[in-house]
C-alpha cells in the first residue's frame, strides 16, 4: 500500500546516532502495479528518507536472526565460507545437534546461497541458478527456505575482511561483527591465472562461479565473439572448453604440459580424449608456452586495456592465436588470506595447515574443502571436501559442543581416494587405484586397450604376478568402472585370465546395467560417501509407497553430487522395493497403470479386436483421463502395428508426435526436412535430377546423410504435399525419418561391381527395405547388409545386418550405434536370403510385441532372459525364432505378412487425397501464408541457406513473457468468427491468422471443449504450439505440450506447468456451427503478437513504436475502452 510522505516523520535522533533501528516499508503487489509513477515515487521516498536522516541503506533486508531468551547459553558456530563443502558441514552439524545446543551463521560473498559448482556447466541447459541450489529454490534475495527453518543465519553479499583468533570474532565487508566460540574456514579457493602479460585486459575472464558465466555470455554477446581460447587442460580447463562451446563459441584448449589432464590420464588416454573433443569441433593445443594476451592494439604488456584479440607464443614456430576472449582455468589457489592476518598456521605454498580432525594451530578454528592443507596436500575434488565436513562436524558435535555419539574411535580424516570418473564433453574419462606407479616401481605389469577408431583407451595396471588389480585409466568406455574400482582398490579375486577385465563393456557387446555388489559398505556416491547400506535404509524409512528416486535423492543424498552414479541408485531402488513387496513403477503414464509390452498384450489378445482399435476404446477399457504426450504416440504405435491404418485418419493424428503427424521431421524455427526413400542406396539419374530441382524450386537446405539418402531441410508445412507430389513422379516414396520405424538398409556394391563381393548386396537391401518399410514399432531400427566380411556397409552396428558368404549370409541382430554403440549378435550363419527374411519377420515382430516404449533393439536384447543352457539371450532368440521354442512363430510370421501386405506410401496417401491435404493448409481461416522467412531469419551457410542459431536460454529471443499476464485486460474485445466447427480437426490444434498474428485454437472434442492460445510457443519463439499434443494431468488440468521441447502449458490460463513460462489465452465460444473468439483490436494484438515483431534473427532489438501511427491507435483504443485505467 502507499504510504504518503507526512507518515514519515523526523527522527528526534542525530543521524548518527547507532541506536536507530531499520524499519520496512511494505508495498503490496496485489493493490500496486508496477509503473513508471511507482518507481517514480519509491524512489523520491528513498530521497526524502536520506533527507530525514535515515540511511536509505535501512531499507534493505535484515537478516540477522532475533537471539531467543536461552540462546546465550548456545555455542556460536561461524562458517567462513558457504560454498558446496561449508554447506554439508551445516547439514551434518544440524543433525548431530539435535538438543540445538549451538547457533550458527555463515558468510557467504556471492549474491546467493550455496550452490553446486561441479554442474556449473549445466547451468546453460536452464540459466536457472534454482537447478544447481545444494537445497531448494532460491528467491529473488538468492535465498532459500533451509537457513530459516534451520536457524542459520546466512549473510549473503558479505565477504569476510578479518578474523580475530585473539578475541574470538568475525568480521564481514558489510561491518557485521559477530563473536564465534567455533569458527570453520570453508573459503575454498580462487582460480590461479598465471602472470602472463595482458592478464588484465577486457575479455579475460576465470571459470568459476555463476556470475563469471554471465559476464562472459555478456561478453560475448556485446562483442560478438567468435573464437576464445581456454587456459589449461585439466578437468576445470576441459569444462570451461564445454562451457565456451555452450556459448556456440569457437573453443581452443591451450595446456603446458604435453598431454591433457596429467595427473589423471597417460599418453594414450590423451590421444583417445582429444579424439572425442576434436571430433566436437573443439581445438586441441598442447606443449603450449604462452608468452601473452596481446590486446587490439597489438600491445603485451600488464598495463594497457585494450581488450584482447590474440595469444602470442614463445613456441619456436607457433603463430598468434586468433581470439577475442581468454578463460583461464589453469589450476586453484587456496583462499588463506585471512588466515594470514592471524597466528593460524598456513602452509608454504598456500592453504591452512590441519590435523586428521582437521583442527587448525589455534584452538575453536577448523578448516575444511580446498582450503584445507592435509598432510601437505590440498584435495581439489568434492568427494574429499565431503569427507571433511562429516570428520568435522563429528568432532565440534563432540568436542565443543559436549555429545556423546558412541563412536569407537575419534573421526579422522586420513587422505582420500583420488579415483574419479566424469563425462569431459561427452566422454567417459575415469581414472582409478595406482593409475601411474613411479618408473622405478618393479611390481607392475600392465595390460593396454586401444581403439583409435572407436576413441577408447583403457590401461589397467596389476601387480608383477597378475594376482591384484593396482589401479588403471578408462578414457570412452567406463561402464565397468565401478567393478574395477572396487577391485582395485577393496581388493577382490581377480579372473583366471585377468585379460577378461580388459576389453570395454561395448566390444563385449554388453548393454545391461552393471551388477552392483550387495555388499551395504560398497560405496554407491563417492561425492557424498553414501554407500548401498545407506541408500537401502533411506528406502526402508520412506516406505513404499513414499520412495521415490526423487526422494531418496533428497534424503541420502546419493546422486546429488556429479550425477553419475543415478543409475546405480535407480537400480539399489528397484531391488529394494522388490525385496519390500513394492515394485519401481513401470507405468506407461498417470493414464495407463500398464507398461507398453503390456498394454500391447491386451490389443493384440483381445477377443473383440473392435472394442481396442482406437485411443478412445483402449483409454476407456484399459485407462482413465484424457491422455497425455507420453501415451497418446505410444498407443498410436501400437494401433499402426496392429491395425496398419493410415496415421491421419480417423482421428489418429491426434495420437501422433511431432514429426508423425506432418510426416516430416520439424527443425528449428517450425520448417520441416524430407527424406525420400532410397531402398538399398540405389537412385536412378532421374530421381536425383527431380530431387534437384524441387530442392532448388524450393530453396531447400541438402544434405547427404549417413545412411545413404539426401534430406532436404527448410520446408514449410504447407508446402509438404506440393514437394511429395513432385518427388512421387519418379517413384520417390516416404523414407520415414520422422517416423519410429524401419529407417534404412545401407549397402555395400556387393558382388554386382566389387571385385571381392560374394553376393548381391545392393539386391537383397532393396528386398529387405521394400518388405519392411513402413513397419512401426517402439523406436526406429537400422539395417544394412555387406557383400563380404570386409563389412564395409556396418552390418554389425545395426538393430538388424546381413554379412554375405560364400553360402549364403550370416545374420546379426541387436546392434546400434548412437552414444552407447553395441555390436550386433550372431542368430544365423549360411543362410540363403528367404530364411534371413523369415528370421527376421520374427524377431521383428517379437521386438515389436514386447519391447518398452522408446526402447531400441540392443537394450530390449540386452533383457530377454536367457537360453536353456546358460548362452544369453541371443541363445533364448535362437530358441524362440528358429525352434519355435515358445510356440509363437505361426503368429509372428502372420502379422509380420498382414503389415506388408497393407503397406501404403503415407505421402501418396496425402498427395491424392483431398481431405489429407487439407490437414496441411497453414490456417484454416485463409489461404494466405506466413513464410518461413517471415518467422525466423535464413542466413547464408556455404552456398545454401538455413535458420539462424538459437541464443542460449536466457538470452533475448528467448523464454519470452508478456509485460503483465494478462496484457489485454483493459482492451476492448469483440467476437471474431475463425472458422466453422468442421474447419477444426477433433482433439488437435489449428492454426489461424490475425492480422499479422498467429493463435493457435484446440478442438478439444474429448472433453467438448475449445481453446485459444497464442500459437508461438515463448521457449524459443517458434510458431509450433497448434502441432502439439493435447491432453490432460491427472488433477484434470487440459494442457498441451509444446512440439520442439516438450514443454508443457495449461489451456485454460496459458501456464506453463513445468516453469515459470505462460501463454496468452483467449476466450472460445460456439454459435450454431461458428468458432467465435474473443479477442482485441487487430492492430493490439499484432502489437504484442504480430509476427513480424516476434520474428527470431541473428540479432535482436527492442520493437519502439513510440511517435508512430501504430502507438497513437492504441492509446487512442485504450481511451475509447469501456475499461477503467487505474
Known sequence: QFISRQHIKQPSHHPNNQALQPFTLFFSASTMKASALSLLFIAQLAADVDSFGIKSSLFTRNTQLRATNDESDKKRVVVIGNGMVGQRFMENLIDLDTDKKCTISTFCEEPRAAYN???????????????????????????TPWYEENNVELLLNDKVVSVDTKSKTVTGASGKTIDYDVAVFATGSFPFVPPIPGKQRPGVFVYRTIEDLEAMLAYVKENNVKSAAVIGGGLLGLEAAKAVADMKVESHIIEFAPILMCRQIDQGGHDALVGKIEEMGLKVHCGARTESFVGENGSTDMEDMSPVSALRFSNEGWDDLDVQMVVVSAGIKPRDELARDTDIVVGERGGIVVDEQLK???????????????????????????????????????????????????????????????????????????NQPPPDDADVSDLVWNDPIGGIYRKLIFNKAGTRLRGGILVGDANDYSKLHKLAVQGGELPENPAMLLAPTSARGDVEEEELSDDPNTQICSCNDVTRGDIADTIKSLGVDGASLAEVKTCSKAGTGCGGCEPDVKMILKQELEKMGGSLSNHLCEHFAYSRPELMALVRTDADPTSVDSFEKILHKHGHGDGCEICKPTIGSILASTYNGIILDDGRDALQDTNDRSLANMQRGGTYSVVPRVPGGEITPEQLIQMGETAKKYNLYSKITGAQRIDFFGASKYQLPDIWEELGSVGLESGHAYGKALRTVKSCVGSTWCRFGVQDSVGFAIRVENRYKGVRSPHKTKSAVSGCVRECAEAQGKDFGMIATENGYNLYVGGNGGVNPVHAQLLATDIDEDTVLKYLDRYLMYYILTADRLERTAPWQAKLPSGKNGGGPIEHLKEVIIEDSLGICGELDSRMQYLVDTYHDEWAEVVNDPARRAKFKQFVNTDEVQTREEMIEFIDQRGQVRPTNWVPDGQPQTNWKPDTTDVFSRSEKSWVSVGKTSDFAPNVGSAILYGDTQLAVFNNAQRGEWYCTQNMCPHKQAFVLSQGIIGGTADGIAKVACPLHKKQFDLADGKQLDGDLSLITFAVKIEGDEVMVELPAQIEVDAILGTKGLRVGSSCSELDISGTDLEKEILNGVRNTTSTVV
Not at 554442474?119 to 544447481?132: G, I, N, Q
Not at 558412541?406 to 595406482?434: H, I, M, N, R, Y
Request: aromatic content about 10%; some cysteine; proline content about 3%.
Open 117 to 143: 559448482r561441479v554442474k556449473l556447466t549445466s547451468y546453460f541447459e536452464t540459466r536457472d541458478p534454482s537447478a544447481l541450489s545444494m537445497t531448494s529454490e532460491f528467491d529473488n534475495d538468492g535465498r
Open 360 to 434: 587448525t594451530s589455534v584452538d575453536g578454528t577448523y578448516a575444511i574443502g580446498e582450503i584445507a592443507l592435509y598432510n601437505n596436500f590440498i584435495y581439489g575434488l568434492i568427494a574429499p571436501g565431503y569427507d571433511m565436513a562429516g570428520v568435522c562436524s563429528k568432532i565440534v558435535a563432540q568436542e565443543q559442543l559436549g555429545y556423546d555419539l558412541g563412536l569407537e574411535e575419534t573421526p579422522a580424516f586420513t587422505g582420500a581416494d583420488l579415483s574419479t570418473k566424469l563425462k569431459l564433453l561427452g566422454c567417459d574419462v575415469a581414472s582409478f587405484g595406482e
